[in-house]
């Protein structure tokens, strides 16, 4: 059983113990680019500098995927290609419970319903086995802190670590400094983590630029 991309995304972002997601904004980012980029190295999807269009070709298998892939088909709208970004932004708010319930799905994380306050339903996710995070992590240092020449997948989540600035999450306890020049080699020679790491980067710069605007309108 294979983990996608965005699943390792989930792993990585949500609290062993509480099973909470932490950095809930940007995971979302990185989960909506994580699960493009999967199609792409499936040959579903093809990007090409800022824009992205459907491969004529068959379902995957993976219901998580292919679910994706009539999204997509439906936001085209008989289009040839439309803006990578355009999708992120559409995909990024609602990208994350799909990926969370097929981690449940598969039995590698457990859903635990409670009620914060005795009133307010909420929802956590702790791991029912961490076999599958820790190979996650083991990868991931052996290509980032040790160096080894990472395989296409790991190149691939490493672009979209680095574009969603989840250097914290995924090695927790070194400094950013530290890992970040690897982290951008390995995202700058991947072509295709490229494009959409550029588009996940350009959406969250004009999501800070909102924001800051706001602020100072309400002030």
């Known amino acids: 059983m294979r983990i996608t991309l965005a699943e390792e995304v989930m792993l990585l972002s949500l609290d062993d113990e509480s099973g909470s997601v932490k950095q809930r904004q940007s995971v979302n980012w990185a989960v909506a680019g994580a699960l493009l980029l999967e199609?792409?190295?499936a040959e579903r999807v093809r990007v090409s500098g800022k824009y992205l269009e459907l491969v004529d070709a068959p379902p995957t298998g993976e219901e998580l995927l292919d679910g994706r892939i009539e999204s997509i088909r439906a936001w085209m709208r008989g289009r040839t290609r439309r803006r990578v970004s355009e999708w992120l932004t559409k995909d990024q708010a609602k990208a994350v419970g799909p990926v969370v319930e097929w981690l449940v799905g598969r039995g590698v994380v457990v859903e635990e319903r409670r009620k914060a306050l005795g009133v307010f339903p909420v929802r956590r996710y702790p791991e029912s086995d961490g076999a599958a995070e820790?190979?996650?992590?083991?990868?991931?240092?052996?290509?980032?802190?040790?160096?080894?020449?990472?395989?296409?997948?790991?190149?691939?989540?490493v672009a979209v670590i680095h574009a969603a600035g989840l250097h914290g999450l995924a090695f927790p306890g070194i400094p950013r400094k530290e890992i970040t020049a690897r982290t951008a080699a390995i995202s700058e020679g991947h072509w295709e983590a490229e494009s959409i790491r550029a588009a996940i980067r350009d959406m969250q710069l004009a999501m800070a630029a909102v924001t800051a605007a706001t602020v100072v309108t309400v002030t």
């Open 39 to 41: 199609l792409v190295l």
């Open 134 to 157: 820790r190979e996650l992590r083991e990868r991931l240092a052996s290509a980032v802190s040790k160096g080894a020449e990472p395989d296409e997948r790991t190149a691939s989540l």
